[in-house]
Structure formats: structure tokens, C-alpha cells
């Protein structure tokens, strides 16, 4: 079956990094494309970055220059480099496969310390 798992959530101060993977298995991964999620306490999930099959990639504005979205084939495993963090990152991340399979992963948290 289907299933995506994410590693690498923390508790970082501010200025710091940590780097998210995604492993997925059952599904076809390099014909897929890929996200991160993330959703604060009271607050709406949101798209963090996304990368397509061919590894074009897109991010929300308040990620640009600090996050980097990437993936190996290889591994089936997609990453999200996070630099720079800031507290209003503070959230559970999720991971997300597209079309066909349209599945989330069960998140990893994030806490952002002042």
C-alpha cells in the first residue's frame, strides 16, 4: 500500500536548519509529483514547496531563499532543506504525493524557538 513517512522534525532556535525526508513506497515515485505541507495550531494546511516528476519546483513567498525542495529517485525519498528558520515556521510538515494517489504522510513537527 501507499505509504509516506516523514523524519527529521525538531526543535531548533531561530537562524537554525533542519532537513526534512519524505520515504515513500507503493507508489510510482519518479512519475510523481511531490509536496510539502505544513499547518500551524488554528491555522489552515498550506503548500510549502512543490516538485514535479521532471524536478521543476515552486515555493510559497514566505519560503523563497531559505527552503530548498529536492528528491532522489534513487532512494524514493524527497527532502526540504529549511534554513534561516524563523518561529512563524513553527508548524507539522507534511509530505504529499499527487495524482493518482492524492496521500498525505503523518507529519513531522517543527518548533521554531525565539
Known amino acids: 500500500q501507499v505509504q509516506l513517512v516523514e523524519s527529521g522534525g525538531g526543535l531548533v532556535q531561530a537562524g537554525g536548519s533542519l532537513r526534512l525526508s519524505c520515504v515513500c513506497s507503493g507508489i510510482a515515485f519518479r512519475l510523481s509529483a511531490m509536496g510539502w505541507y505544513r499547518q500551524a495550531p488554528g491555522k489552515e494546511r498550506e503548500l510549502v514547496a512543490r516538485?514535479?516528476?521532471?524536478?521543476?519546483?515552486n515555493y510559497a513567498d514566505s519560503v523563497k531563499g531559505r527552503f530548498a525542495i529536492s528528491r532522489d529517485n534513487a532512494k524514493n525519498t524527497m527532502y526540504l532543506q529549511m534554513n534561516s528558520l524563523k518561529p512563524e515556521d513553527t508548524a507539522v510538515y507534511y509530505c504529499?504525493?499527487?495524482?493518482?494517489?492524492?496521500?498525505w504522510g503523518q507529519g513531522t513537527q517543527v518548533t521554531v524557538s525565539s
Open positions: 504529499n504525493v499527487g495524482s493518482p494517489y492524492n496521500r
Open positions: 516538485i514535479t516528476s521532471a524536478g521543476n519546483t
